[in-house]
């Protein structure tokens, strides 16, 4: 389904990156690291006008001619549960591809690459597989062994990821 | 184009015709649609067509565009004859050829002329034409018969007749248009569920409903026509997937035909008819349809003013559409796609500039940047391709394929062939040669790149800044490659992202090669050949590289090539030996450096060298006292035992990781205490580094400035005088250990400023080491302390007192001694035992020899080298001073003990404390040293006399005010002046007493005189005392303990109470006599007679006493005089008596009253001794003699008064002498009559005493 998935940390610095054409790996994080301008960019468009709505998804923003870029930018507050909230951003366009958004609080951005010619995949599948990375992604900053800001060397994390990509052969 | 509604009219007015076309659409025409459809706002546009039968649609055709929503027969008939002749049968013919083809839509317009009235004036007005036309054909629909009057000419009738007409027109030709669209809908969705069949063709279904957007477009129903666009579009791509899934449908075979012509996108045209009718005879092609499709798409969005969506649109469109050509595996010429697409993207971007101005194109930058960067891209890999973007020239391969490419192309269009930047000529003249293409090629990516750079986003514009530096590697030109991949390397080494930055790094090291920039080389080599992300062979590669430039021959100047260590080797940790990294001058100081080499082979290192830093600092000689642990416990990371930890961070992360990961906390623990008693207060913990902890942390870091480079400048060597030189190592790949020994030669800190590593003409540098490493070397002092073994020294018994001399950089020889002065108070007790150690690493014990003289104790010294600690202990025993202690004795003996103004009280225990100076001469120095240490007197020692009778005690208490409990023994107490009238007689237990921490022994004697007293006794008191845990015998050593002890022995005081004459026994209200009868028992003493004031009265000393009688519990009132003034001869046994009355005032045994006796000194005695207590007494005497007038007076104003006597001048002080009272110390006088009560009976019977019994 997935050929890449990354997690990307606030900085901007990968936390986690992994494709399954490995021999392609590093155009796929060439990829992932250049569609982060259109997430800022996403970011900062929307940010503070729909604070309180609850979607992070930020659709496919960053097509390419051999693949579909899904970031996604995920709130997650590491120490203080306090301030909570999630960023809706709309469906921009609703022409043949929906694109789509995934915004979260502490800045760190999912991006999920999927091969283009893989045209069965949905917008409801891109979005559950988007919560299921959030899922997974939270369990790993509970983990209280985890050190924020580390990289995620989680076999849960890998486990669950490596399953979203099966999916696709 | 305009495709007004098909109004076919029969027999037309021509003057009409115009005014009727232009007027019918000027006024809109609400619009009411099914399925829920909102209602809408419409223009109807109308097209005015002469009746032929042939324009009639045949059944079943239903285009829309041809269609005659409605038929209009005019006539002006207004003859009723004519009508009946000729113009009923027309009509009627005309109204049954509309109903052989269906058409129900229709109208009958009559126009009446006033002049053809005028000229008929024999019609009838009741039948009318009009009339009659209605009854002939409009059964029931009355509506479709219109009479206009007069429509030429300027009435108001006429003008109503024509609005109404219109009116009437408009909304006969809705409803029409509006139940033929419903049926032309309905007959395209039926043949749209028809798609399944199998002769079912896309092709005529477009056909169709594009009519039906052709339809919506002429009444300006942008919005729907777009609609109908989008749905079409929708369906094939449909058809495409579920091709692709295997689910083929037949039609889409003639889209699968091999791709013949790759001209692009034409948008210039509103409708591209010669596509159109491609795809109406079937024979388009995917990319055709495509085209088309959107460049509908295209003119109906910028109808609706949205530009911005066609770029976004068109860039889906060309992505979709090689994705759908890859998936109905059409055979495309190689390159073909990547003209079409760049041909389309600068088409698209050619319409978007024809319809906005540059301010609107240059804010909507992002919107057609992904055109602009998809152009450029297609561009390089036809390039690519054909051979252009090599340095040699292109094959004929090449060219050929040029050829082909360019032949898919056709003909220009007509619309641009006077256009000189036409997509087509661009592309023709791009690939036509090498310089073209490079032209076309940097001019796109430079517009790209200042697009991205212009709406911020910097790593898109980055990855072509890369792309451009590819290029010009292969166009053999690094010079300019060198700045973008620098930059692109700055952001990815800033942000983190390790396999673009080695992927950068690599392409970095050819370009910096063939640059020849060899240090740069060298160090984009060193960070490759640690790089984990690459393979083992690509590292060996780069580390290769190093080691063939290192064994060069160096450079003739000598000059090494200096690189950054980080990238050869990290730091992991240092370790001091000693832990404390404080040693003296001379001393071995090693230290472990742990270093990770990140090399992939071992590497043979020449010299590892690290320059120090030498500062002279002050507290140099301070020794470790001061600071051993701050040096070592530096670091943040740093810890106790002299680690030095270095952070890690990632190799290949540099800063971006180093930005995100914290720095650690630096807690230090904080103990508060009060200043005044140092007792703890509070305690916590403090975290140093708050500010950087808590700072806050830009969330999007920023690229623009990316911080660390990827190459810093260059680095310097700095030559230090000092070193820490390790030669020839191998270091492992992996982790090393490296000894260094530091150098401790001066004293000051050492701080390590660079790491330097030689490997042959390569050195590598680390400029500077952080945390701080540090250590401290230190020249001390000889020094000589004396601390006593136990907490406190006690004066009186023997105890051991430590000597400890640390040698500093003196060295002891034989034969130097210490020269301790002795003093008296304090020998020095001679030890049979006594040995020296010396304190090192290893223990050593040597013999100590003592001699003492009269003056002088030395103690000769063991040989111990500097820096070492020599420790021995002495016994030693202060005397305990024979003194009294107590202040009120101090008075009495006269400033005896003023001298010894040290001794003061301890402050907790009460224990009196004597400092015992000893001076001492150190061999090392000229001067003498003087050490004080404190002496506790372990006692207290309070004296009484106690009365009975005429018998007299002394009791002592003795109390223990040290912590240590001690055994007492063998109390005396002897006279100064030993009298043989006088004898003590001990009352004392003969055996050991032990007295307790705290507790108190009493001693007792009782004196025993022959000869009458003398006033005052200077008795010694004396005690053996040792402590429990000796055993007493041992303790030969008993200390006295001295006292004076000093006392009157005086005035015996006898008092009786004699009832009034006649009678028994006192009684309540009578007086009775109180005879006081005072007697000197002893002479006094010469010492007394200063103080006692004795006067001289006609040749009789006499001493002048004041007594007072006071009641104080109102038992009795003393009648007459109270007090007064005796004068006592100064002869043993003289008596004086003195007659009172007194009033017992209550029945029973009463006590006596009290009688108290003062010495009284008359005013012109002059004080003798202790002018301080002086004014207090004075004032006593002024309350007493006050004491009649004001009772309560208090003792300010009475102190102002005496204090007024005082301040005035002597004369006057003698003009007003004041006598004085003073009271005599206890034991002086004895009240023989203390606690004496008499008998006092109720007065007789004057009272009746009544009891009643109920």
């Given amino acids: 389904m997935a050929v890449c998935i990354a997690v990307i940390a606030k900085e901007n610095y990968p936390l986690y990156i992994r494709s399954v054409p490995v021999q392609n790996e590093l155009k796929f994080h060439y990829t992932v690291h250049t569609s982060l301008d259109v997430v800022e960019e996403k970011i900062s468009a929307v940010g503070k006008a729909m604070a309180d709505q609850r979607e992070l998804y930020l659709g496919l923003l960053y097509p390419t001619e051999d693949y579909k870029v899904y970031p996604s930018h995920m709130i997650i507050v590491y120490y203080t549960p306090v301030c909570m909230f999630f960023i809706l951003i709309e469906n921009i366009l609703l022409y043949r591809h929906t694109r789509y958004g995934y915004v979260t609080n502490s800045k760190v951005k999912f991006v999920i690459v999927a091969d283009s010619s893989n045209t069965s995949l949905r917008d409801n599948e891109i979005r559950s597989m988007f919560r299921k990375l959030h899922n997974s992604f939270t369990d790993v900053m509970c983990n209280p062994f985890y050190n924020p800001g580390d990289t995620i060397q989680s076999k849960a994390f890998d486990s669950m990821v490596s399953a979203m990509m099966v999916q696709a052969s | 184009m305009q495709w007004p509604l098909q109004i076919i009219y029969f027999s037309l007015f021509t003057s009409l015709y115009t005014s009727l076309a232009q007027q019918l659409p000027r006024e809109s025409m609400e619009w009411r649609r099914s399925y829920g459809r909102a209602p809408k706002m419409i223009h109807l546009e109308a097209n005015f067509v002469q009746f032929k039968e042939e324009l009639l649609p045949k059944d079943g055709n239903r285009a829309l565009l041809t269609f005659p929503f409605l038929h209009i027969y005019w006539t002006d008939c207004c003859d009723t004859e004519m009508y009946k002749a000729s113009v009923k049968d027309d009509m009627l013919r005309w109204q049954s050829t509309l109903r052989l083809h269906g058409s129900v839509d229709w109208l009958i317009v009559v126009v009446e002329s006033e002049a053809k009235k005028k000229n008929k004036t024999n019609i009838l007005p009741r039948t009318s034409i009009v009339d009659k036309i209605r009854n002939d054909f409009c059964n029931k629909q009355s509506d479709r018969c219109v009479v206009l009057s007069d429509p030429l000419k300027e009435s108001s009738r006429s003008q109503d007749s024509w609005s109404a007409f219109l009116t009437k027109l408009r909304t006969l030709l809705l409803m029409s248009f509006t139940k ?34 052709f339809v919506f477009e002429m009444l300006q129903q942008f919005e729907d026509a777009l609609v109908q666009y989008d749905e079409l579009d929708a369906l094939f791509t449909q058809y495409v997937l579920n091709f692709g899934a295997g689910d083929g449908a037949n039609w889409l075979g003639s889209f699968c035909t091999p791709v013949k012509r790759w001209s692009g996108l034409l948008l210039r045209r509103p409708i591209d008819m010669e596509k159109r009718e491609l795809i109406q005879r079937g024979e388009a092609s995917l990319l055709d349809l495509r085209s088309y499709l959107f460049s509908r798409q295209c003119t109906l969005l910028i109808f609706l003013q949205r530009p911005w969506e066609v770029t976004q649109r068109a860039l889906e469109l060309l992505h979709n559409c090689v994705q759908e050509l890859r998936l109905l595996e059409v055979y495309v010429v190689q390159g073909a796609l990547d003209c079409w697409v760049f041909l389309s993207c600068l088409e698209v971007l050619h319409r978007i500039e024809g319809c906005c101005d540059r301010a609107q194109l240059e804010a909507n930058c992002s919107h057609t940047v992904g055109l602009w960067t998809y152009a450029t891209e297609k561009l390089k890999s036809l390039g690519y391709l054909c051979g252009l973007v090599a340095e040699k020239v292109p094959t004929s391969e090449d060219l050929n394929r040029t050829v082909d490419l ?386 406190n020294l006690l004066a009186g018994i023997p105890q051991k007192v430590t000597f400890t001399i640390a040698t500093g950089h003196y060295s002891v020889k034989k034969g130097d001694a210490l020269q301790l002065s002795n003093t008296d108070s304090m020998p020095i007790l001679h030890s049979s035992c006594c040995s020296a150690t010396v304190l090192s690493k290893r223990m050593g014990e040597s013999a100590l020899s003592i001699q003492s003289s009269e003056k002088v104790t030395s103690i000769s010294l063991p040989p111990t080298p500097p820096y070492h600690t020599l420790e021995f202990q002495l016994e030693v025993l202060c005397h305990i001073p024979p003194t009294p202690f107590k202040p009120d004795i101090e008075r009495l003996t006269n400033g005896e003990v003023r001298h010894r103004p040290k001794n003061h009280s301890h402050a907790d225990s009460g224990m009196i404390n004597i400092d015992q100076k000893v001076s001492i001469d150190c061999p090392w120095s000229i001067y003498s040293t003087l050490i004080a240490l404190t002496f506790y007197v372990p006692f207290k020692a309070r004296h009484s006399i ?64 022959a000869k009458p007293l003398p006033l005052c006794l200077h008795c010694a008191f004396s005690a053996s005392f040792a402590p429990v845990s000796f055993q007493l015998d041992r303790v030969s050593v008993s200390i006295r303990k001295t006292q004076k002890t000093l006392f009157f022995f005086f005035f015996p005081l006898k008092a009786e109470i004699s009832p009034p004459s006649g009678d028994q026994h006192c009684r309540t209200g009578a007086l009775c006599g109180l005879e006081v009868s005072i007697t000197r028992q002893a002479e006094p003493s010469e010492t007394e007679g200063e103080e006692e004031e004795s006067t001289e009265i006609e040749g009789l000393r006499t001493t002048k ?75 006593d005497t002024i309350s007493l003699l006050d004491k009649g007038l004001d009772d309560q007076g208090d003792t300010a104003s009475i102190r102002s008064r005496g204090s007024v006597h005082s301040v005035g001048s002597g004369e006057q002080q003698r003009g007003l002498p004041m006598p004085r009272l003073e009271p005599f110390s206890p034991g002086q006088v004895f009240y023989w009559s203390q606690g004496r009560q008499v008998l006092v009976l109720p007065v007789t019977d004057d009272h009746v005493m009544e009891v009643n019994v109920t």
């Fill in chain 2, 180 to 213: 033929n669209l419903g049926r032309f809908e309905d007959d395209m969705r039926t043949l749209r569920e028809k798609r399944t069949e199998p002769g079912w063709s896309f092709c005529d279904y477009f056909m169709v409903q594009e009519e039906l957007a």
């Fill in chain 2, 406 to 791: 360019l032949a898919g192309l056709g003909e220009e269009r007509p619309e641009t062939v006077n256009s000189l930047q036409s997509p087509y000529k661009k592309l023709n003249e791009a690939l036509s040669s090498v310089e073209a293409f490079e032209k076309h090629y940097l001019e796109l990516s430079h517009a790209a790149m200042e697009m991205y750079r212009a709406i911020g986003r910097m790593r898109s514009a980055r990855l072509i800044g890369k792309s451009l530096a590819e290029f010009y590697m292969k166009k053999g030109d690094p010079e300019r490659a060198e700045g973008f991949l620098d930059d692109s390397l700055r952001s990815y080494v800033a942000e983190g992202w390790s396999l673009q930055v080695t992927h950068t790094r690599k392409q970095m090291a050819e370009c910096q090669k063939l640059l020849q920039q060899t240090e740069d080389y060298l160090q984009t080599s060193a960070l490759l050949a640690g790089d984990a992300n690459l393979t083992v062979e690509e590292r060996k590669h780069f580390c290769q590289e190093i080691l063939t430039f290192a064994s060069q021959p160096p450079a003739p100047s000598g000059e090494h090539t200096n690189t950054l260590m980080a990238a050869f080797a990290q730091l992991r940790q240092m370790q001091f030996s000693p832990p404390g990294a404080v040693v003296h001058v001379g001393a071995a100081l090693q230290l472990e450096l742990r270093v990770r080499c990140l090399m992939p082979v071992a590497m043979q290192v020449e010299q590892l060298a690290a320059t120090l830093h030498f500062s002279l600092e002050q507290g140099g000689a301070r020794g470790r006292a001061g600071s051993a642990q701050r040096r070592a416990g530096h670091g943040p990371q740093g810890q106790g035992d002299g680690v030095v930890l270095f952070p890690q961070g990632s190799p290949l992360a540099g800063a971006g990781m180093g930005a995100s990961l914290l720095p650690a906390l630096e807690l230090y623990e904080m103990q508060d205490r009060s200043p005044s008693d140092s007792s703890l207060t509070s305690t916590g913990v403090v975290c140093k580094n708050m500010h950087l902890l808590l700072r806050r942390h830009d969330s999007s870091a920023s690229l623009d400035t990316p911080t660390a480079g990827a190459l810093p400048a260059a680095v310097a060597v700095d030559d230090g005088a000092q070193m820490l030189r390790a030669r020839d190592i191998t270091l492992q790949p992996g982790d090393n250990s490296i000894l260094f020994t530091a150098p401790t030669g001066e004293p000051g800190s050492y701080t390590l400023r660079q790491l330097c590593g030689s490997v042959g003409r390569v050195q590598f540098v680390q400029s500077h080491i952080y945390p701080v490493v540090q250590y401290e070397v230190y020249s001390q002092e000889p020094q000589l302390t004396i601390e006593p073994l136990s907490d």
């Fill in chain 2, 946 to 1009: 106690l009365s009975a009778g005429k018998r007299k005690y002394i009791q002592v208490c003795l109390q223990n005010v040290s912590d240590t409990n001690f055994h007492l023994a063998d109390p005396v107490l002897t006279e100064r002046q030993p009298t043989v009238s006088m004898e003590l007689l001990s009352l004392n237990v003969k055996t050991q007493q032990p007295v307790c921490s705290q507790q108190s022994v009493f001693c007792l004697w009782e004196m025993r005189w």
């Fill in chain 2, 1105 to 1179: 006493l004041m007594y007072e009688v006071v009641d104080n519990s109102s038992n009795w009132a003393v009648c007459g005089k109270s007090s007064g003034v005796v004068s006592m001869p100064v002869a043993a046994s003289a008596t004086h008596r003195v007659q009172m009355e007194v009033m017992p005032l209550f029945a029973g045994h009463l006590p006596f009253p009290n009688i108290k006796v003062f010495k009284y000194l008359p005013h012109n005695a002059v004080p003798a001794i202790q002018p301080d207590t002086d004014s207090c007494l004075e004032n």
